[in-house]
Structures are given as C-alpha cells and as structure tokens.
C-alpha cells in the first residue's frame, strides 16, 4: 500500500480529485455563535492522532504525509505536530505557509506520487517543492469577516478599510497580509491577472480559482488569465470550502497559482 496523504477541509479539494487520488480529508469545525453567526474551530490533537492511525493502519505503516493550512491562521498545525510525536517518524507534518488549494495541490502532487509507490521522503519533498512554488491571492468584496475573524493585524483592517473597499490580500509566510488597493471588482481581477503573469514569467502554471458567491467574477478572472498565460496553463474553478468562506465573505475569490519554478529569492 502507499504513503497516505492526509489533509483539512481547508484545502477546498473538489470530492471527484479527493476520490481519484485517494486523499483523507480531515473536516474542520463550524462553530454556531449567537445571533446565527459561524465561526470555525481547527482540529484537536485527538482528532489527528486518530485519523492518521487509521491511515497508518490502511497503508501498512509506509508513513503518512500531513499537510493542513498555515499555523498562522489556525491551532490545527500545532495539533498535527503533537499528534504526529505519537508516531516516531512514521507522520511527516508540513508546514505549509499557505491555506486553500495551494495546500490541496501539495496534496494533489504528494497522492499522485505515492500511488506511483514513492516513498515518505519522496513525497515529502514533492509537497514542499510545490508548496514552494504557490502562491496564494484573496480577493473581497468586502472586508468585515476577515477583520472581525481576527486572521489580519488590526493595522492591516484599517489600511484595509479606509483604503480599498475592494482589497486583494496575499499570504506571505503563512500570513495574511494587504497586497493592494483597489477599488472596484473589475480593476481588482485586472490586478490579479497582472500579478499573476509577472510571476509566472511566461512558463505555465496551475491555477485554482475559489469563489463564494463570486461565479460571474470568477469566469471573468479564468477568461483573462487564460489570455494572459502560457498555452499550457490549467485553471479550474471550485467553491470556497465551507469554513473559509465564512472568514472571507459572499463576493470573494481566492486564488492559488502553482508555478513552473520558485520565486527567484527561494534560488539565492
């Protein structure tokens, strides 16, 4: 049997890929708060300990791979590491810096080696290569649920606020961070469009749109990239995964590219 791959709901991996590549997805929590608002809980390290045994057990101890998002925005990765001690090396927690499809294509390309029988340490490293080369961009019609989440500075809510009412954020390092201002839908895709082919440099790229009541943004998103990349770029189109969309809110996009090669800092 081969490594298992194991990651959260966050990844916003569609059920046909997590099917396909046979990937354990760990479901975050929804939290009911008053006055009908949700929020979210990460995952305990009981939870992970049980269910990377169960992967253990179902890949006849060849390792597991553990890939869940930013441990700046959840006490999820923490978890996974006092639950992976449990295992004496046989559970490789990632620390991936990222959230959203940037971690499900980590996933993605970790499954479809292991089922090529690789083994830990192969796709270990094939994960953090292709983590290594995502990026991760959100776009929000609005900035209220991110800032009353507490995922962004306050400092970075109120540039946010008094700035750009329609702002484009960037994980940097596993954080989110204001990237730039913008102030309509149509000059923010215009943005992302051109921060995406400069870091793409002419190669081709993966591309992973998630929108939240966003599907006309995100057609016209897919329409200007497919003009602005190389031939042989991919884009898919999926629904922001429950658990984020509640922190970003009705009308956002997030996107996560994976490019031919890392961002020219990682090369020096």
């Known amino acids: 049997m081969p490594v298992r791959i194991v990651t959260d709901s966050s990844s916003g991996l569609p059920e046909d890929v997590v099917k396909e590549l046979d990937i354990t997805v760990v479901d975050l929590h929804l939290v009911s708060e008053e006055g009908d608002h949700q929020s979210t809980s990460g995952l305990s390290a009981l939870e992970l300990t049980a269910a990377y045994a169960r992967q253990?057990?179902?890949?006849?101890?060849?390792?597991?791979?553990?890939?869940?998002?930013?441990?700046e925005l959840s006490s999820t990765w923490?978890?996974?590491v006092t639950?992976?001690?449990?295992f004496d090396g046989t559970v490789q927690v990632i620390d991936t810096n990222s959230v959203g499809m940037?971690?499900?294509?980590?996933?993605?390309?970790?499954?479809r080696l292991a089922l090529d029988g690789a083994g830990l340490d192969e796709c270990v490293d094939l994960a953090q290569d292709t983590l290594l080369r995502s990026e991760t961009w959100l776009y929000l019609h609005r900035i209220d649920e991110l800032r009353k989440s507490g995922r962004i500075s306050a400092a970075t809510a109120l540039l946010s606020t008094a700035l750009?009412?329609?702002?484009i954020m960037h994980l940097n390092s596993g954080r989110i961070?204001?990237?730039?201002?913008?102030?309509?839908?149509?000059?923010?895709l215009a943005k992302l469009t051109e921060l995406i082919s400069a870091r793409a440099q002419g190669e081709p790229a993966f591309i992973a749109i998630q929108q939240y009541d966003a599907k006309e943004a995100a057609r016209a998103l897919e329409e200007q990239l497919q003009e602005a990349l190389a031939e042989r770029t991919s884009i898919m189109i999926?629904?922001?995964?429950?658990?984020?969309?509640?922190?970003?809110?009705?009308?956002?996009?997030?996107?996560?590219?994976?490019?031919?090669?890392?961002?020219?800092?990682?090369?020096?």
């Open 102 to 111: 940037a971690v499900g294509a980590a996933a993605m390309a970790a499954a």
């Open 164 to 167: 750009a009412t329609k702002p």
């Open 56 to 71: 253990l057990e179902r890949g006849a101890d060849d390792g597991v791979v553990a890939l869940h998002l930013s441990k």
């Open 238 to 268: 999926t629904d922001m995964e429950e658990t984020l969309a509640i922190h970003c809110g009705p009308g956002a996009l997030g996107v996560s590219a994976v490019f031919s090669s890392p961002p020219p800092e990682a090369a020096t």
């Open 83 to 86: 639950a992976a001690g449990v």
């Open 177 to 188: 961070e204001l990237a730039v201002k913008t102030r309509t839908q149509s000059k923010a």
């Open 78 to 80: 923490s978890a996974a």
